[in-house]
């Protein structure tokens, strides 16, 4: 079992940034890849980011791409989200989540473990 907790959340003016982190117990993450998704209310989850296990092959999501980064510390078994430039729209509960394979996608049934999530609120 992995366990997963993200921090880093809170409240930002439009423009601003945040970084987020995911801490993970139980198993090391070096074998997993790791996503972050996010919720907005009445909205469906949705892909944010993923990096491959060893951090080298990372994706993102249209609305986030250049504003957005995804990175990894293997030795500290953390994931981190580093956000830029942040919107209005951004504004969201963010989750991180890790994929029992080297390499992950968009689709969240590809993720085996799940963070409770932090929220991320964008003033305008």
């Known amino acids: 079992q992995v366990q997963l907790v993200e921090s880093g959340g809170g409240l930002v003016q439009a423009g601003g940034s945040l970084r987020l982190s995911c801490a993970a117990s139980?198993?090391?993450?070096?074998?997993?890849?790791m996503g972050w998704f996010r919720q907005a209310p009445g909205k469906e989850r949705e892909f944010v980011a993923t990096?491959?296990?060893?951090?080298?092959?990372?994706s993102y999501a249209d609305s986030v791409k250049g504003r957005f980064t995804i990175s990894r510390d293997n030795a500290k078994n953390t994931v981190y989200l580093q956000m830029n430039t942040l919107k209005p729209e951004d504004t969201a509960v963010y989750y991180c989540?890790?994929?029992?394979?080297?390499?992950?996608?968009?689709?969240?049934?590809?993720?085996?473990?799940w963070g409770q999530g932090t929220q991320v609120t964008v003033s305008s």
């Open positions: 139980g198993r090391t993450l070096s074998s997993y890849a």
């Open positions: 990096i491959s296990w060893s951090g080298r092959s990372t």
């Open positions: 989540a890790a994929a029992g394979t080297y390499y992950s996608g968009s689709y969240h049934g590809q993720y085996d473990y």
